[in-house]
């Protein structure tokens, strides 16, 4: 299978247009538009898709980050944070047009989050990290873009994938979490390509 994108090539960076925050200290909000995303070569048995988005850089402590005289250490462990889980995705669409399954950022999260026809779409990880904020606090489902901390001292790695599943419909409800989505795919995965992107919004970062 192959995965790309019009918006950016394979290990490149994602443009700030598709990314939750954008260069400021505090971080300023960005457009937040789910990218273009076109698959191809899928097995001829494909009955669904799988899509996931998955940062694997993100600090294991918070206790630097974002903090003004500070930097998150490059060998600091780091952390999956979830930015799109998407199943059940008919075996027809293999396109999706940029900002099509998010064209902004929707304070308290999307609940019904666009996507193709018999769609769900899980929880991001927003959820947890706005949990204590008044103004956004939610449930975060479908797509939020990077926003990684403006102080940290790697660059980020954003892993698109699409999965070719043999089965139709994995038993899901919308804002399931990723080991729900990982236990319902066990033994059903076809074939998978992915997407790799980076981000940044630390000139300093390396």
């Known amino acids: 299978m192959q995965l790309q994108s019009d918006n950016f090539q394979h ?3 994602i443009p700030t247009r598709n990314a939750f925050g954008k260069p400021g200290k505090p ?3 960005s ?3 789910s990218p273009h995303l076109l698959w191809t070569d899928a097995p001829n048995d494909t009955r669904s898709f799988v899509l996931t988005c998955i940062d694997t ?3 294991s402590r918070g206790d630097d980050v974002n903090k003004e005289g500070r930097t998150v250490p490059a060998d600091l462990p780091r952390v999956e944070f979830v930015h799109w889980l998407m199943a059940n995705i008919p075996p027809e669409c293999g396109e999706l047009g940029e900002g099509a399954c998010c064209d ?3 304070p308290r999260g999307k609940r019904e989050p666009f996507g193709p026809p018999g769609s769900v779409q899980g929880k991001n990880d927003y959820t947890g990290w706005f949990a204590g904020d008044a103004e956004m606090a939610g449930d975060y489902l479908g797509y939020d873009g990077p926003c990684p901390p403006w102080n940290d001292s790697i660059v980020h790695h954003y892993h698109f994938r699409i999965h070719a599943l043999d089965v139709a419909e994995l038993d899901l409800h919308p ?3 990723l080991a729900e989505l ?3 795919m066990a033994g059903h995965v ?3 390509a992915e997407l790799l992107g980076t981000y940044t919004i630390n000139p300093a970062a390396a």
């Open 31 to 33: 457009d937040n538009l």
């Open 104 to 106: 902004g950022i929707t």
């Open 11 to 13: 290990t490149h960076p």
């Open 27 to 29: 971080v300023e909000l």
């Open 57 to 59: 850089d993100v600090p």
């Open 190 to 192: 076809l074939a998978e």
């Open 175 to 177: 804002g399931f979490d």
């Open 182 to 184: 990982r236990a319902a």
